[in-house]
T-cell receptor
């Protein structure tokens, strides 16, 4: 079974530029998550989708971050404009059950490492 | 709000010795508890989880963890460490009820020395 796919793996941009990350979850997984992992910290949830609807985006900085999940499969996360503090690894995860229950195991992709200069 | 504490930034153990990576949590009500491992330049890989039932949970690669409700702990253990176990380990918690997100600890770096 193929895992969660993410691209690009690495991205270097200058502050105030825009950037987009792509995620393809495990086939059949209804729930998709985007996390931000700053160096030396654990991942922090940015947004959770169930199918193509947003369940939780309370920790997404909406003035600069946006995310969408068209057709309930692939998802993109965008940052515009980027700030220095956005330098982090952006992880995508998916879980099987549509309800996104708290007991469900989340499976993570390899992440996109972003450096903002 | 729920939280996870991993009190050790780094754990060093000799190959073949038992290892323990500590985790304590704070959550309203009963918890779901998870352990993940992260190898360099890779995403998090699921090891095991506690949902309910037996307090001793067995997972991948010979790892196990014991849920202790009175001490609010969920320590990760392995009887005999391998050099290949060297990685970053994360404990995470979600409460039974509500749709609150999975909250991770800051991670513990395990180094197994040959």
């Amino acid at each position: 079974e193929a895992g969660v796919a993410q691209s690009p793996r690495y991205k270097i941009i200058e502050k105030r530029q825009s950037v987009a990350f792509w995620c393809n979850p495990i086939s059949g997984h209804a729930t998709l998550y985007w996390y931000q992992q700053i160096l030396g910290q654990g991942p922090k949830l940015l947004i959770q989708f169930q199918n193509n609807g947003v369940v939780d985006d309370s920790q997404l900085p909406k003035d600069r971050f946006s995310a969408e999940r068209l057709k309930g499969v692939d998802s993109t996360l965008k940052i515009q404009p980027a700030k220095l503090e956005d330098s982090a690894v952006y992880l995508c995860a998916s879980s099987l059950v549509a309800s996104g229950g708290p007991w469900e195991t989340q499976y993570f992709g390899p992440g996109t490492r972003l450096l903002v200069l | 709000a729920q939280s996870v504490a991993q009190p050790e930034d780094q754990v060093n153990v000799a190959e073949g010795n038992p290892l323990t990576v500590k985790c304590t949590y704070s959550v309203s009500g009963n918890p779901y508890l998870f352990w993940y491992v992260q190898y360099p330049n890779r995403g998090l890989q699921f090891l095991l989880k506690y949902i309910t039932g037996d307090n001793l949970v067995k997972g991948s690669y010979g790892f196990e963890a014991e849920f202790n409700k009175s001490q609010t702990s969920f320590h990760l253990k392995k009887p005999s460490a391998l050099v290949s176990d060297s990685a970053l380990y994360f404990c995470a918690v979600r409460p039974y009820s509500g749709n609150t997100p999975l909250v991770f600890g800051k991670g513990t770096r395990l180094s197994v020395i040959a």
